[in-house]
C-alpha cells in the first residue's frame, strides 16, 4: 500500500510495482526526492485529473507511472539531451513488459513538451505532461523550502553560539 490510500489506484499500479528493474528507480535522485517517488506523485494527480473528467483512467495512469521508466540509459548524456531523449528510453523500458496503447505511447514520448518538440496528440497526454509540471514544480518548492529551513536553522544555530561565545 503506498501513501495515497486509495484502493482503486492500487489496484491499477500493483503490476507495475511488482516489476523488480521499475523498483530501481527507489535508488535513483530526481527532483530531490526518488524517481519511483515522483512517478507515483505523476500517476496519482493523472489519476485524479483523467478519472475526474471521466477518461480513461486506468490507461492513464499506468502510461503516467511509466512516464519516467529509465535507469541510467541516457545519464551520460547533458542535461538537455537527456531531457529530450529519456521518454523514448521510457517507453522502450515500458515495452518490454505491457503492450502499450498507441496513446500510452504518446503520453509517454510527449510527457516534455515541450522540450521535446512534437506536442501531444491526445488529451490524456496533455494531462500528464501538465501533471508531471505540477509534481516537478511542487517537489522543486518542496526541496527549496527544507533548504530555506536548514538554512534557518544553520543561522540561528551561529547567532545562539555567537551570543553565548560574548
Ligand atoms: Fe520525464
Ligand atoms: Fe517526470
Known sequence: MSCYKDE?????????????????LKYIT????TRYDH??????????ASKSLKLDYKEVT???????F????VNHEGRVDRLRHHPD???????????LSDKQVDIIKTHMFPVTFSPPKYLESWIVDFMDDIAALYEGCYRMHMEIRTAMFLFMFFVVNFVKMR
Not at 530526481?30 to 526526492?33: F, S
Not at 499506468?62 to 519516467?68: G, K, M, Q, R, V
Open 8 to 24: 482503486e489506484f492500487e489496484n491499477i499500479v500493483s503490476p507495475i510495482l511488482g516489476i523488480e528493474e521499475f523498483n530501481k
Open 30 to 33: 530526481h527532483h530531490g526526492i
Open 39 to 48: 512517478s507515483m506523485r505523476v500517476a496519482y494527480f493523472s489519476y485524479k
Open 62 to 68: 499506468e502510461a503516467a507511472l511509466l512516464h519516467d
Open 70 to 73: 529509465f535507469l541510467d540509459e
Open 89 to 99: 528510453c521510457a517507453v522502450k523500458n515500458a515495452s518490454k513488459y505491457f503492450n
